[in-house]
């Protein structure tokens, strides 16, 4: 289209007050040629905002600069509709908040902030929504216990058919097997009766769920919104068209058989806490030998909490050991009940069983077990080592002792690993793909993916998702996991969760729908655009994409999946050939922001030092160095990217040569406790430098010269000394030779 653009400068939040409001109209209309430039002291407010529609509809504005405040603030004020592009200049909290007023430095910042901003207005294009074929708003939920019930329940509730696949014969997975649940309803002191059955009447009854029992998913193929889920129920192979799916096939506790040391499997009265379940649902509690049960041990963390099994807490042992010792007390108020823990977890309104169980009479033993031993009738011996009070305890024998065994995903057994590059030489991207994903193929969703069968899972074995930043959203765009196959949880916790799950497929429905990013980056209509032409088919965007938002054809060319995208550019940083670009997000469009900025001679003893900032993490940090008035290097440009993955490396060739005397990369913590939105973005970007030395070499400059640094939204306070830091660094290295050039 043709291009009309229009600069507004806001001079309200003491930007007027700081900095020359004609010298920077002047940047807008004489070198910039903008042929509307206007100011308004309230650009946000009703006046202001007239300004710009009157504009709009009149002067035929459809490119709209405004020079204000954050883009993280106040964007839904400046949506003016699909049809005009939008930029944003950042002057108050990255420029006048946090250097001085009237400062030939900060006059500078705002200056070359307002040529970058036009720089990429000029080669922004209108994003255009991609439109699927036959898609449909079905919901498929895998596993039928009660976070898949409840999933299944919530979705056709909410106006969503769904479809429940469970490969057991019946419904209801580990709820079937309890005596009694926990309690789930005032006053939470006494376990109640276990309302699986009611909830499958209600589910079966349910006019907009189909359920598939004896079935397990064969294939799952295409992307949100149009995924072909292939069902084989006993040998019949049944189809249906889906537009989300959760992932519920929960947890199975953790094998006995390793927790010798705890007498499993070497006397017959250590049995695990299913076992004791079972044994309640017959009436009461007996022995292997029939004996009636006077007096019961329960053991907490069997085998969780150990680096040598499971090193996490698997969230429900607690409460199910205190509702199992209410089984005895009914039986025979008189019996004895120790529970030796390493600390008793009891969230919620939980709290009030634990004092119910105390008040009854319940021998507490913080403390290790040190050993288990048998007498001559069978009895057992427990000796512990008491934590508060660091003496030993012996214990008069008791008839049971139980095991609060540990809970393991289902996710976690597989036939075998895949690992990503292992399968075709063509992967092996010269060390550049160090991060990939090992997924198991535990045959529960297989997924027609080239990255694999299955989700990627994080170190124990559960699904990706971040219990902070992204709850539910594992890295196969529309695919959402949900109760104890995400995360160890009780019974309220999974309800809680399928509810929450749901609500994110209902989202991920209704927004691929319209063609437009699911999440982080909810509601953005571009996609990566592929100039096939000039692929060379390294493969570098299939085996770095954290989604699996592009397979290959039999000739290895890509084959984009727009629906599953995330939006953040991996892909583009990955190509060597740059060969993938979004309509408003572009390697050229980067290069012209940085050729954008005026580079002062090396006698004005002025450095430049380009930011390029991770706009999740790292760009709402340096805002809150501005709300928090802190001042920082007037030496930086900030340029924010969508990822600190979608850095290309021909960036920091384009910088050096500008004569720009160092970059910061300020991306987002990585590793296990990771806060990147895109998964491996920062991470990637960190292994791609591992190029950067022999780019500057080339061009006769310092490495260090280049920096990264992890940073989160919290740690804006280390923005100054990250700053001073580097600056001083450029400082000894001397200005960049190719200043001036």
Same mark, same amino acid.
């Given at each position: ?7 507004? =400068? ?18 807008? $209309? ?9 100011? #308004? ?81 000029? #080669?922004?294009?209108? $994003? ?25 329940? %919530? ?86 068209? =889906? ?16 927790l010798g040391h705890l007498g499993y499997g070497k006397y017959e009265n250590v049995i695990t806490s299913q076992k004791l379940e079972e044994l309640a649902s017959k009436g009461k509690i007996l022995r292997s030998d029939g ?17 040598? #099994? ?19 007390? %009914? ?182 729908? $319209? ?61 060597? %050939? ?18 954008? =900025? ?43 990217v969508r990822c600190l993955g979608s850095l290309n490396i021909v960036w920091i060739a384009d910088t050096m040569s500008q004569g720009i005397d160092g970059i910061l990369l300020l991306g987002c913590k990585h590793g296990d406790d990771y806060?990147? #939105? ?64």
């Amino acid at each position: 289209m043709d291009k009309k653009t229009g600069v507004y =400068i806001c001079t309200g939040c003491e930007i007027g007050d700081s900095l020359d409001i004609a010298a920077l109209s002047k940047v807008a $209309t004489k070198e910039g040629k903008v042929p509307v430039c206007k100011t #308004h002291s309230f650009m946000c407010g009703s006046e202001g905002l007239a300004l710009i529609k009157s504009d709009i509809e009149s002067e035929g504005v459809n490119t709209v600069v405004i020079a204000a405040c954050s883009p993280r603030v106040n964007y839904d004020v400046f949506d003016f509709g699909p049809s005009i592009i939008m930029e944003r200049t950042n002057l108050r909290e990255q420029i006048t908040w946090c250097h001085p007023a009237n400062d030939e430095d900060t006059q500078m910042m705002a200056e070359d902030s307002l040529r970058m901003s036009l720089a990429k207005a000029k #080669h922004t294009e209108l $994003t255009e929504p991609y439109q699927g074929e036959n898609m449909v708003k079905t919901i498929l939920v895998v596993g039928g216990g009660l976070t898949g019930i409840t999933a299944a329940l %919530e979705g056709a509730k909410a106006g969503y058919k769904t479809v429940l696949v469970e490969k057991s014969p019946v419904l209801g997975g580990w709820m079937n097997g309890l005596y009694k649940q926990a309690p789930q309803k005032s006053p939470y002191t006494a376990p109640e009766e276990v309302d699986i059955a009611e909830r499958v009447k209600e589910l079966e009854a349910h006019p907009d769920v189909t359920v598939y029992v004896g079935s397990e998913m064969q294939e799952i193929a295409g992307a949100p919104g149009m995924f072909d889920a292939t069902i084989n129920q006993n040998g019949t192979i049944i189809t249906e068209r =889906i537009g989300s799916v959760i992932l519920a096939t929960g947890a199975v506790p953790y094998d006995p058989t390793k927790l010798g040391h705890l007498g499993y499997g070497k006397y017959e009265n250590v049995i695990t806490s299913q076992k004791l379940e079972e044994l309640a649902s017959k009436g009461k509690i007996l022995r292997s030998d029939g004996k009636e049960v006077q007096s019961i041990a329960f053991i907490q963390c069997a085998g969780s909490r150990d680096t040598e #099994h499971l090193p996490y807490c698997s969230g429900t042992c607690c409460v199910e050991s205190l509702k199992q010792a209410t089984y005895l007390k %009914e039986q025979n108020p008189e019996a004895t009940v120790y529970i030796f823990n390493k600390d008793i977890r009891t969230p919620g309104q939980y709290e009030r069983l634990y004092k119910r169980v105390q008040k009854d009479g319940a021998i507490f033993v913080r403390g290790e077990i040190t050993s288990i031993q048998e007498d001559d009738e069978k009895n057992l011996v427990i000796e512990a080592a008491d934590v508060l009070s660091g003496s030993g305890i012996n214990t008069e024998s008791v008839d049971l002792v139980v095991l609060a065994t540990g809970m393991v995903p289902t996710t976690a057994f597989g036939e075998n690993l895949i690992e990503q590059g292992e399968s075709d030489e063509c992967d092996k991207t010269d060390g550049e793909s160090s991060v990939e994903p090992v997924i198991l193929k535990s045959n529960l969703l297989n997924l027609a993916y080239r990255q694999g069968p299955e989700m990627p899972t994080l170190k124990y074995g559960f699904p990706d998702s971040h219990f902070i930043c992204f709850p539910y959203e594992t890295r196969r765009t529309g695919i959402y996991a949900a109760g104890s196959v995400r995360a160890p949880m009780d019974e309220i916790s999974s309800i809680e969760d399928a509810t929450g799950a749901v609500m994110k497929a209902v989202q991920c429905i209704e927004i691929s729908a $319209t063609g437009a990013a699911v999440h982080p980056r909810v509601g953005d209509m571009s996609f990566p655009d592929f100039a096939m032409q000039r692929c060379t088919q390294c493969k570098r965007c299939t085996v770095e994409c954290p989604f699996g938002a592009i397979n290959e054809d039999d000739k290895f060319n890509p084959l984009p999946n727009p629906t599953r995208c995330r939006r953040c550019g991996i892909c583009m940083g990955a190509c060597p %050939e740059r060969i993938i670009s979004f309509k408003n997000y572009s390697v050229p469009m980067v290069g012209n922001m940085i050729k954008a =900025i005026e580079v002062p001679e090396e006698d004005e003893e002025k450095p430049r030092i380009l930011i390029f900032a991770c706009e999740n993490d790292a760009y709402p940090a340096l805002d809150m160095a501005g709300i928090n008035r802190l001042s920082y290097n007037a030496w930086v440009r900030v340029i924010p990217v969508r990822c600190l993955g979608s850095l290309n490396i021909v960036w920091i060739a384009d910088t050096m040569s500008q004569g720009i005397d160092g970059i910061l990369l300020l991306g987002c913590k990585h590793g296990d406790d990771y806060q990147c #939105h895109f998964i491996q973005g920062s991470e990637l970007a960190e292994v791609r430098l591992g190029k950067v030395a022999e780019t500057l070499n080339r061009l006769d400059l310092e490495s260090d010269r280049v920096r990264m640094e992890q940073i989160s939204i919290a740690d804006y306070d280390k923005i100054p000394d990250i700053l001073d830091s580097f600056a001083k660094r450029l400082d000894e290295l001397g200005p960049n030779p190719y200043k001036g050039f």
